[in-house]
Protein backbone atom coordinates (compact mmCIF):
# COMPACT_ATOMS: atom_id res chain seq x y z
CA UNK A 1 0.00 0.00 0.00
CA UNK A 2 1.33 3.41 -1.13
CA UNK A 3 0.64 7.44 -0.74
CA UNK A 4 -1.71 8.38 -3.65
CA UNK A 5 -0.25 10.90 -5.80
CA UNK A 6 -0.98 14.67 -4.52
CA UNK A 7 -0.28 17.00 -7.26
CA UNK A 8 -0.62 16.82 -11.19
CA UNK A 9 3.12 15.99 -12.10
CA UNK A 10 2.83 13.08 -9.97
CA UNK A 11 -0.29 11.94 -11.53
CA UNK A 12 1.08 11.93 -15.01
CA UNK A 13 4.35 10.67 -13.77
CA UNK A 14 2.54 7.31 -12.75
CA UNK A 15 1.88 6.85 -16.89
CA UNK A 16 5.33 6.87 -17.76
CA UNK A 17 5.96 3.14 -19.09
CA UNK A 18 7.94 1.07 -16.58
CA UNK A 19 11.22 -0.26 -18.38
CA UNK A 20 10.57 -3.98 -17.36
CA UNK A 21 7.21 -3.92 -18.49
CA UNK A 22 8.23 -2.10 -22.02
CA UNK A 23 10.81 -5.04 -22.44
CA UNK A 24 8.18 -7.57 -22.31
CA UNK A 25 5.79 -5.63 -24.53
CA UNK A 26 8.55 -5.12 -27.37
CA UNK A 27 9.67 -9.15 -26.82
CA UNK A 28 6.32 -9.91 -28.02
CA UNK A 29 6.68 -8.37 -31.31
CA UNK A 30 2.48 -7.87 -31.59
CA UNK A 31 1.55 -6.12 -28.49
CA UNK A 32 -1.84 -6.31 -27.05
CA UNK A 33 -4.07 -2.97 -26.94
CA UNK A 34 -5.20 -2.83 -30.74
CA UNK A 35 -8.67 -4.30 -31.43
CA UNK A 36 -7.95 -7.90 -32.97
CA UNK A 37 -11.73 -7.72 -34.93
CA UNK A 38 -14.60 -5.93 -34.71
CA UNK A 39 -16.80 -6.51 -31.25
CA UNK A 40 -19.03 -9.28 -32.68
CA UNK A 41 -16.16 -11.52 -34.39
CA UNK A 42 -13.71 -11.00 -30.87
CA UNK A 43 -16.68 -12.19 -29.06
CA UNK A 44 -16.85 -15.22 -31.11
CA UNK A 45 -13.21 -15.76 -30.73
CA UNK A 46 -13.79 -15.08 -26.35
CA UNK A 47 -16.46 -17.52 -26.28
CA UNK A 48 -15.24 -19.98 -28.52
CA UNK A 49 -12.50 -20.64 -25.89
CA UNK A 50 -14.85 -21.58 -23.01
CA UNK A 51 -14.38 -25.23 -23.58
CA UNK A 52 -10.65 -25.05 -23.36
CA UNK A 53 -10.68 -22.94 -20.12
CA UNK A 54 -12.73 -25.11 -18.53
CA UNK A 55 -10.44 -28.32 -19.47
CA UNK A 56 -7.54 -26.25 -18.09
CA UNK A 57 -8.88 -25.02 -14.59
CA UNK A 58 -10.68 -29.11 -13.85
CA UNK A 59 -6.62 -29.87 -14.68
CA UNK A 60 -5.35 -27.49 -12.55
CA UNK A 61 -8.25 -27.49 -9.33
CA UNK A 62 -6.56 -28.53 -6.31
CA UNK A 63 -7.92 -31.78 -4.08
CA UNK A 64 -8.58 -29.38 -1.27
CA UNK A 65 -11.28 -27.24 -3.27
CA UNK A 66 -14.61 -27.66 -3.90
CA UNK A 67 -16.27 -25.85 -7.09
CA UNK A 68 -20.00 -26.18 -7.82
CA UNK A 69 -22.00 -24.86 -10.94
CA UNK A 70 -25.63 -23.57 -10.07
CA UNK A 71 -28.12 -22.24 -12.63
CA UNK A 72 -30.14 -19.46 -10.68
CA UNK A 73 -33.48 -18.19 -11.73
CA UNK A 74 -33.00 -14.39 -10.71
CA UNK A 75 -35.94 -12.34 -9.26
CA UNK A 76 -36.30 -10.16 -12.92
CA UNK A 77 -37.16 -13.67 -14.93
CA UNK A 78 -33.81 -14.60 -15.95
CA UNK A 79 -31.17 -17.01 -15.06
CA UNK A 80 -27.74 -17.28 -14.15
CA UNK A 81 -24.56 -19.72 -14.15
CA UNK A 82 -23.65 -19.11 -10.46
CA UNK A 83 -19.73 -20.85 -9.61
CA UNK A 84 -19.01 -21.57 -6.23
CA UNK A 85 -15.60 -21.80 -4.88
CA UNK A 86 -14.53 -22.75 -1.23
CA UNK A 87 -11.95 -25.37 0.46
CA UNK A 88 -12.85 -28.59 1.69
CA UNK A 89 -13.63 -27.76 5.50
CA UNK A 90 -10.95 -28.63 8.14
CA UNK A 91 -12.48 -31.63 10.76
CA UNK A 92 -13.26 -29.34 13.65
CA UNK A 93 -13.81 -31.79 17.09
CA UNK A 94 -17.19 -33.39 17.63
CA UNK A 95 -19.67 -32.91 15.48
CA UNK A 96 -19.23 -28.98 15.26
CA UNK A 97 -19.95 -27.02 12.10
CA UNK A 98 -16.73 -25.50 10.32
CA UNK A 99 -16.08 -21.89 11.44
CA UNK A 100 -18.10 -19.58 9.76
CA UNK A 101 -16.64 -18.23 6.04
CA UNK A 102 -16.93 -14.78 4.65
CA UNK A 103 -18.88 -14.59 1.08
CA UNK A 104 -17.34 -12.61 -1.60
CA UNK A 105 -18.85 -12.11 -4.87
CA UNK A 106 -16.70 -11.63 -8.29
CA UNK A 107 -17.82 -10.06 -11.28
CA UNK A 108 -15.70 -10.87 -14.24
CA UNK A 109 -14.30 -8.51 -16.73
CA UNK A 110 -15.09 -7.84 -20.16
CA UNK A 111 -16.08 -4.62 -20.70
CA UNK A 112 -20.48 -5.55 -20.52
CA UNK A 113 -20.16 -7.70 -23.50
CA UNK A 114 -17.02 -10.49 -23.08
CA UNK A 115 -16.11 -13.21 -20.98
CA UNK A 116 -17.64 -16.27 -18.02
CA UNK A 117 -16.88 -16.81 -14.45
CA UNK A 118 -14.63 -18.48 -14.94
CA UNK A 119 -12.17 -15.70 -15.64
CA UNK A 120 -12.21 -15.32 -12.48
CA UNK A 121 -11.74 -18.98 -10.83
CA UNK A 122 -8.15 -18.46 -10.06
CA UNK A 123 -8.56 -15.75 -8.03
CA UNK A 124 -11.38 -18.22 -6.17
CA UNK A 125 -9.47 -20.53 -5.58
CA UNK A 126 -6.82 -18.25 -3.64
CA UNK A 127 -9.56 -16.74 -1.70
CA UNK A 128 -10.66 -19.62 -0.63
CA UNK A 129 -7.67 -21.28 0.75
CA UNK A 130 -5.73 -18.07 2.03
CA UNK A 131 -9.03 -16.69 3.63
CA UNK A 132 -11.19 -19.58 3.90
CA UNK A 133 -14.33 -17.50 1.64
CA UNK A 134 -17.05 -19.42 -0.02
CA UNK A 135 -16.57 -17.28 -3.27
CA UNK A 136 -19.56 -16.95 -5.71
CA UNK A 137 -19.03 -16.10 -9.13
CA UNK A 138 -22.31 -15.03 -11.56
CA UNK A 139 -22.95 -14.94 -15.05
CA UNK A 140 -25.02 -11.56 -16.52
CA UNK A 141 -26.29 -11.04 -19.92
CA UNK A 142 -24.48 -9.27 -22.36
CA UNK A 143 -24.39 -6.69 -24.86
CA UNK A 144 -25.17 -6.13 -27.87
CA UNK A 145 -27.67 -8.79 -27.83
CA UNK A 146 -28.98 -7.38 -24.49
CA UNK A 147 -28.59 -3.53 -23.88
CA UNK A 148 -27.62 -1.95 -20.90
CA UNK A 149 -28.50 -2.38 -18.20
CA UNK A 150 -29.90 -6.09 -18.62
CA UNK A 151 -26.11 -6.77 -17.80
CA UNK A 152 -26.86 -4.63 -14.02
CA UNK A 153 -29.72 -6.07 -13.60
CA UNK A 154 -28.76 -9.49 -13.61
CA UNK A 155 -26.19 -8.61 -11.54
CA UNK A 156 -28.41 -6.66 -8.97
CA UNK A 157 -30.62 -9.26 -8.91
CA UNK A 158 -28.05 -12.05 -8.38
CA UNK A 159 -26.78 -10.43 -5.36
CA UNK A 160 -30.02 -10.02 -3.87
CA UNK A 161 -30.07 -13.89 -4.10
CA UNK A 162 -26.87 -14.42 -2.60
CA UNK A 163 -27.85 -12.12 0.15
CA UNK A 164 -30.98 -14.24 0.58
CA UNK A 165 -29.53 -17.36 0.80
CA UNK A 166 -26.87 -16.69 2.94
CA UNK A 167 -29.50 -15.57 5.65
CA UNK A 168 -31.21 -18.32 5.62
CA UNK A 169 -30.58 -20.37 8.30
CA UNK A 170 -28.81 -24.00 6.88
CA UNK A 171 -30.73 -25.68 10.10
CA UNK A 172 -34.30 -25.14 9.38
CA UNK A 173 -36.34 -25.36 7.11
CA UNK A 174 -36.38 -24.88 3.69
CA UNK A 175 -32.63 -25.42 2.95
CA UNK A 176 -30.39 -23.46 1.50
CA UNK A 177 -30.53 -23.38 -2.72
CA UNK A 178 -26.98 -22.60 -3.21
CA UNK A 179 -24.59 -21.76 -0.13
CA UNK A 180 -22.42 -24.28 1.71
CA UNK A 181 -23.80 -24.49 5.56
CA UNK A 182 -20.44 -22.68 6.81
CA UNK A 183 -20.97 -19.54 4.63
CA UNK A 184 -21.86 -16.55 6.78
CA UNK A 185 -22.14 -13.00 5.64
CA UNK A 186 -21.45 -11.55 9.53
CA UNK A 187 -17.61 -13.09 8.55
CA UNK A 188 -18.00 -10.61 5.50
CA UNK A 189 -19.77 -9.80 2.70
CA UNK A 190 -17.79 -8.66 -0.15
CA UNK A 191 -18.59 -7.28 -3.58
CA UNK A 192 -15.72 -6.83 -6.24
CA UNK A 193 -14.41 -7.33 -9.85
CA UNK A 194 -11.75 -6.09 -12.22
CA UNK A 195 -12.49 -3.60 -15.05
CA UNK A 196 -16.20 -3.79 -15.99
CA UNK A 197 -16.45 -5.94 -13.23
CA UNK A 198 -15.21 -3.40 -10.21
CA UNK A 199 -18.07 -1.09 -12.03
CA UNK A 200 -20.78 -3.84 -11.54
CA UNK A 201 -19.92 -4.15 -8.00
CA UNK A 202 -19.84 -0.31 -6.83
CA UNK A 203 -22.98 0.05 -8.84
CA UNK A 204 -24.37 -2.84 -6.96
CA UNK A 205 -23.33 -1.56 -3.58
CA UNK A 206 -24.59 1.77 -4.11
CA UNK A 207 -27.94 0.53 -5.19
CA UNK A 208 -27.82 -1.88 -1.53
CA UNK A 209 -27.94 1.54 -0.11
CA UNK A 210 -31.26 2.62 -1.30
CA UNK A 211 -32.67 -0.32 -0.85
CA UNK A 212 -30.99 -2.86 2.19
CA UNK A 213 -30.33 -6.16 1.45
CA UNK A 214 -30.97 -8.90 3.85
CA UNK A 215 -27.14 -8.82 5.31
CA UNK A 216 -25.01 -5.46 4.75
CA UNK A 217 -22.10 -5.38 2.29
CA UNK A 218 -19.25 -5.14 4.22
CA UNK A 219 -16.25 -3.85 1.70
CA UNK A 220 -15.76 -3.98 -2.14
CA UNK A 221 -12.26 -4.92 -3.91
CA UNK A 222 -12.46 -2.24 -7.03
CA UNK A 223 -9.89 -3.09 -9.74
CA UNK A 224 -8.81 -0.94 -12.92
CA UNK A 225 -12.42 0.22 -12.70
CA UNK A 226 -14.41 3.26 -14.77
CA UNK A 227 -16.71 5.50 -12.32
CA UNK A 228 -16.61 8.62 -14.24
CA UNK A 229 -18.31 8.95 -17.66
CA UNK A 230 -15.74 10.77 -19.50
CA UNK A 231 -18.14 13.36 -20.88
CA UNK A 232 -19.06 13.94 -17.60
CA UNK A 233 -16.55 14.75 -15.26
CA UNK A 234 -17.97 17.20 -12.07
CA UNK A 235 -15.63 20.23 -12.31
CA UNK A 236 -13.67 20.14 -9.32
CA UNK A 237 -12.27 16.86 -9.91
CA UNK A 238 -11.65 17.66 -13.73
CA UNK A 239 -8.08 19.33 -13.87
CA UNK A 240 -7.32 15.63 -12.25
CA UNK A 241 -9.10 13.70 -14.85
CA UNK A 242 -5.79 13.07 -17.07
CA UNK A 243 -5.21 9.60 -17.94
CA UNK A 244 -8.50 9.40 -20.87
CA UNK A 245 -5.70 11.55 -23.28
CA UNK A 246 -2.35 10.62 -21.21
CA UNK A 247 -3.13 7.07 -21.72
CA UNK A 248 -5.38 7.07 -25.00
CA UNK A 249 -2.65 5.13 -26.82
CA UNK A 250 -1.88 2.93 -24.22
CA UNK A 251 -1.03 -1.10 -24.35
CA UNK A 252 -3.48 -3.85 -23.58
CA UNK A 253 -6.48 -0.90 -23.20
CA UNK A 254 -6.71 2.26 -25.70
CA UNK A 255 -9.58 4.72 -26.55
CA UNK A 256 -10.03 3.21 -29.85
CA UNK A 257 -10.86 0.09 -28.25
CA UNK A 258 -12.85 1.57 -25.32
CA UNK A 259 -14.68 3.42 -28.10
CA UNK A 260 -15.93 0.11 -30.25
CA UNK A 261 -17.25 -1.77 -26.36
CA UNK A 262 -18.99 1.76 -25.88
CA UNK A 263 -20.76 1.50 -29.24
CA UNK A 264 -22.00 -1.91 -28.33
CA UNK A 265 -23.29 -1.61 -24.99
CA UNK A 266 -25.13 1.75 -26.05
CA UNK A 267 -25.06 3.11 -22.31
CA UNK A 268 -27.32 5.93 -21.07
CA UNK A 269 -24.91 8.36 -19.61
CA UNK A 270 -26.78 9.39 -16.72
CA UNK A 271 -28.81 6.62 -15.88
CA UNK A 272 -27.13 5.49 -12.31
CA UNK A 273 -26.48 1.85 -13.27
CA UNK A 274 -23.78 3.51 -15.81
CA UNK A 275 -21.42 5.47 -13.68
CA UNK A 276 -21.99 5.00 -10.08
CA UNK A 277 -19.39 8.07 -8.97
CA UNK A 278 -22.16 10.13 -10.05
CA UNK A 279 -24.86 8.68 -7.48
CA UNK A 280 -26.67 10.22 -4.87
CA UNK A 281 -26.40 7.87 -1.64
CA UNK A 282 -29.48 7.22 0.66
CA UNK A 283 -27.77 9.16 2.95
CA UNK A 284 -26.57 11.91 1.31
CA UNK A 285 -29.26 12.65 -1.50
CA UNK A 286 -28.56 16.50 -2.05
CA UNK A 287 -24.79 16.53 -3.03
CA UNK A 288 -23.77 13.99 -6.07
CA UNK A 289 -20.78 11.83 -5.77
CA UNK A 290 -19.80 11.88 -1.92
CA UNK A 291 -21.27 8.30 -1.27
CA UNK A 292 -21.61 9.01 2.60
CA UNK A 293 -22.39 4.86 3.98
CA UNK A 294 -20.42 3.08 1.73
CA UNK A 295 -18.22 -0.12 2.82
CA UNK A 296 -14.80 -0.08 3.39
CA UNK A 297 -12.65 0.08 -0.22
CA UNK A 298 -9.83 -1.44 -1.68
CA UNK A 299 -8.66 -0.28 -4.81
CA UNK A 300 -5.75 -1.25 -7.36
CA UNK A 301 -4.91 1.48 -9.68
CA UNK A 302 -2.72 1.13 -12.82
CA UNK A 303 -0.57 4.02 -13.96
CA UNK A 304 -0.82 3.37 -17.28
CA UNK A 305 -4.71 2.44 -17.88
CA UNK A 306 -6.88 4.79 -19.38
CA UNK A 307 -9.12 4.36 -16.29
CA UNK A 308 -6.29 5.65 -13.76
CA UNK A 309 -8.16 8.44 -12.45
CA UNK A 310 -11.47 7.24 -12.37
CA UNK A 311 -10.17 4.88 -9.14
CA UNK A 312 -7.57 7.82 -7.97
CA UNK A 313 -10.68 9.99 -7.37
CA UNK A 314 -13.16 8.05 -6.01
CA UNK A 315 -10.43 6.64 -3.68
CA UNK A 316 -9.40 10.18 -2.86
CA UNK A 317 -13.34 11.03 -2.49
CA UNK A 318 -14.33 8.55 -0.55
CA UNK A 319 -11.48 8.44 1.89
CA UNK A 320 -11.38 12.44 2.41
CA UNK A 321 -14.94 13.71 1.63
CA UNK A 322 -16.93 10.57 2.98
CA UNK A 323 -14.82 9.22 5.86
CA UNK A 324 -14.99 5.38 4.19
CA UNK A 325 -12.01 3.66 5.08
CA UNK A 326 -9.71 2.85 1.78
CA UNK A 327 -6.70 1.28 0.90
CA UNK A 328 -4.87 1.89 -2.19
CA UNK A 329 -2.04 -0.13 -4.68
CA UNK A 330 -1.09 1.69 -7.50
CA UNK A 331 1.08 0.63 -10.20
CA UNK A 332 2.76 3.31 -11.71
CA UNK A 333 4.08 2.38 -15.18
CA UNK A 334 1.87 -0.36 -15.90
CA UNK A 335 -1.51 -0.91 -18.19
CA UNK A 336 -5.25 -1.81 -17.75
CA UNK A 337 -4.86 -5.38 -15.33
CA UNK A 338 -1.14 -5.68 -16.92
CA UNK A 339 -0.99 -9.43 -15.03
CA UNK A 340 -3.59 -11.34 -17.55
CA UNK A 341 -1.48 -10.65 -20.22
CA UNK A 342 2.23 -10.93 -18.37
CA UNK A 343 1.59 -12.98 -15.65
CA UNK A 344 5.60 -13.94 -15.71
CA UNK A 345 6.30 -10.26 -14.69
CA UNK A 346 7.38 -9.77 -11.18
CA UNK A 347 5.12 -7.25 -10.37
CA UNK A 348 2.30 -9.48 -11.19
CA UNK A 349 3.42 -12.09 -8.85
CA UNK A 350 3.61 -8.69 -6.49
CA UNK A 351 -0.11 -7.54 -6.97
CA UNK A 352 -1.33 -11.18 -6.80
CA UNK A 353 0.23 -10.81 -3.46
CA UNK A 354 -0.83 -7.31 -2.59
CA UNK A 355 -4.85 -8.75 -3.40
CA UNK A 356 -4.64 -11.48 -0.92
CA UNK A 357 -3.35 -9.11 1.76
CA UNK A 358 -6.12 -6.24 0.08
CA UNK A 359 -8.55 -8.91 1.31
CA UNK A 360 -7.03 -10.10 4.70
CA UNK A 361 -7.49 -6.09 5.39
CA UNK A 362 -11.22 -6.07 3.95
CA UNK A 363 -12.21 -9.16 6.31
CA UNK A 364 -10.07 -7.86 9.18
Sequence with gaps: MISPPKTVEEILATGVINPDFEAAWKARGSPPGAMPADVPTLKRIVDGSLPDLQTKLAASRAANIIEIEHTITLDNGTSSRFLICYATPEATEGTQLPKPSPIITLFHGGIHVLGFPEFDLPLARQLALTHRAVVVIPSTRKAPEHPFPSMIDDAWSAVKSIAQDATTNPSSSPQRNFLPAHADPKAGFILGGASSGANFADVITHFALTEPLPCAITGQFLVCGGFIDQDDVPAPYRERYLSREQNRDAPVVNA?????????????????????????????????????????????????????????????????????????????????????????????????????EGFRWLLS
Design 256 to 356: EFLKAFRDAIQPDAKSRSWAPFMQRSARDRERQGKHVGMPKTYFQVCGMDINRDDGLIYERVLREECQVPTRLDLYAGYPHCFWDSYPDLGLSEKRAEDTI
